[in-house]
């Protein structure tokens, strides 16, 4: 099994419609993120956390917004979703410890239409 | 803030040698590091460089010049499975410690 998990891995949805990518993790890390990748582009952070009371914007939060739930959890939403959301979302984990690495989930493709 | 460059795309042929290049300039730096992204997938990691120098692992190194802003990643022995976006990434210096990724270079390996 994955260490960082995503659902759902494919979503296709229609603009203004609500929308949520979960991610779980076990790592035991408590360092979370959440980038999205557009070609062309890279990618760009979202949002991270460095436990669970701690949420901070990253380059590109404008039109999302995020929960960490647990240590385990963290998920995005898209509150109204338009179609320039239309990317590929990766969740990551990281041990500030070692290198400092980024390790990723499989992503989630959202289309929006 | 961050400004990270690497070609978009390069070609190279099964057995040969070929270098990626990545230029940067931050605000602050504290590491720099190569993902490997085969199409529709996750990148996973495959190099860390923080002091000048070169790193070796297996088939691939990787070596940093903080004085020029300047990395590459040298993959040898290509093999066709080595077909992949290849990502450099720079650690920033504030507290946080984020990654900014550069655009990639995709690489295709032909017999």
């Known amino acids: 099994d994955a260490d960082v998990t995503q659902t759902p891995r494919n979503r296709i949805t229609k603009t203004g419609k609500r929308i949520m990518l979960e991610c779980s993790q076990t790592k035991g890390h408590d360092r979370m993120y959440w980038y999205r990748q557009d070609p062309g582009l890279g990618l760009r952070l979202i949002y991270y956390s460095f436990d669970v009371k701690d949420i901070n914007k990253g380059e590109i939060s404008d039109g999302y917004s995020v929960s960490r739930q647990a240590q385990a959890k963290f998920s995005l939403s898209l509150e109204s979703a338009i179609p320039n959301q239309t990317a590929l979302y990766f969740c990551?984990?990281?041990?500030?410890?070692?290198?400092?690495?980024?390790?990723f989930g499989e992503g989630s493709r959202l289309t929006v239409l | 803030g961050q400004n990270i460059d690497q070609p978009t795309e390069m070609t190279a042929t099964e057995g040969a040698i070929v270098q990626i290049n990545c230029t940067y300039q931050t605000s602050g730096f504290n590491g720099l590091f190569w993902y490997q992204q085969h199409a529709g997938e996750a990148p996973t990691f495959l190099s860390y460089?923080?002091?000048?120098g070169l790193e070796e692992k297996g088939r691939f190194s990787s070596f940093l010049s903080r004085s020029k802003g300047y990395s590459y990643l040298l993959l040898k022995e290509l093999q066709m499975k080595d077909s992949a976006s290849y990502l450099c990434a720079v650690r920033d210096q504030t507290g946080a410690n984020n990654l900014f990724f550069g655009t990639g270079t995709r690489l295709t390996v032909i017999p």
């Open positions: 460089n923080v002091l000048d």
């Open positions: 990551a984990t990281s041990d500030p410890g070692n290198t400092g690495e980024l390790f």
